[in-house]
């Protein structure tokens, strides 16, 4: 089965700028999930879709941060006005449960966002 | 302070040699606690899942334990290999905050001939 695909790979934008990143999830896991590694820390949860519905988005920083899951195939996750601050690696994860049932999480490879 | 504190922080070992991973938690209560390897550019993969009444998870050379009691739970990879060389990270699901998972920040293990 192919894996989950992000696209692009890598960004760089100016401050100020938007970004729009893209997240295919195995195909049948309602399932999907964003994450955040900023420089030197540890990859922490931005928010969670079952289907098309926002389940949890509680790590979403600030309301510059939209995602979208429409038909509950692939998402987008768009960053308007881009900050400094946002620079990361920007993980999509699914899965066919929810973590607490002890799915595996399948993620993809990331996006490097790099803002200047 | 993290809820998932991993040590080392980085690991040098030979070909060849085993090694072992520790990670401390706080998060109580959690419903399971996983195991991931990561290589560079590349997202993490699953290793190992254990729930919070497991004891050991082993996946070809990579065996897991787990004490709920002592919140530890160790990652030791036998005979290592080259391609052992990654990021391994250790991550607990957190039942108090909806299940989300807490990220260790990882021990970058570097295997070397």
């Known amino acids: 089965e192919a894996g989950v695909t992000q696209f692009p790979s890598h960004s760089v934008i100016e401050k100020g700028q938007t970004v729009t990143l893209r997240c295919d999830p195995i195909s049948g896991h309602d399932n999907l999930y964003w994450y955040r590694r900023v420089m030197g820390k540890e990859i922490k949860f931005l928010l969670h879709?079952?289907?098309?519905?926002?389940?949890?988005e509680s790590g979403m920083p600030n309301n510059r941060f939209l995602a979208e899951r429409t038909g509950g195939t692939y998402s987008t996750l768009k960053v308007q006005p881009a900050e400094l601050e946002d620079s990361g690696v920007y993980f999509c994860?699914?899965?066919?449960?929810?973590?607490?049932?002890?799915?595996?999480?399948?993620f993809g490879n990331g996006t490097r966002l790099t803002v200047t | 302070k993290n809820q998932v504190e991993q040590s080392p922080q980085s690991l040098i070992i030979l070909e060849g040699k085993n090694c072992t991973l520790q990670c401390n938690y706080t998060v109580s209560p959690f419903s399971n606690l996983r195991w991931y390897k990561q290589d560079t550019g590349r997202g993490p993969v699953s290793l190992t899942i254990m729930t919070f009444s497991e004891n050991t998870k082993s996946n070809g050379r990579y065996t897991a334990t787990l004490d709920a009691d002592t919140k530890q739970s160790s990652l030791h990879i036998t005979a290592s290999q080259l391609s052992d060389s990654a990021s391994y990270i250790c991550?607990?699901?957190?039942?108090?905050?909806?299940?989300?998972?807490?990220f260790g920040a990882g021990t970058i293990l570097r295997v070397k001939s």
């Open positions: 991550v607990v699901s957190d039942m108090e905050y909806g299940n989300k998972l807490v």
């Open positions: 879709f079952v289907k098309e519905s926002k389940q949890d």
């Open positions: 994860a699914s899965s066919q449960g929810w973590t607490s049932m002890n799915s595996p999480l399948h």
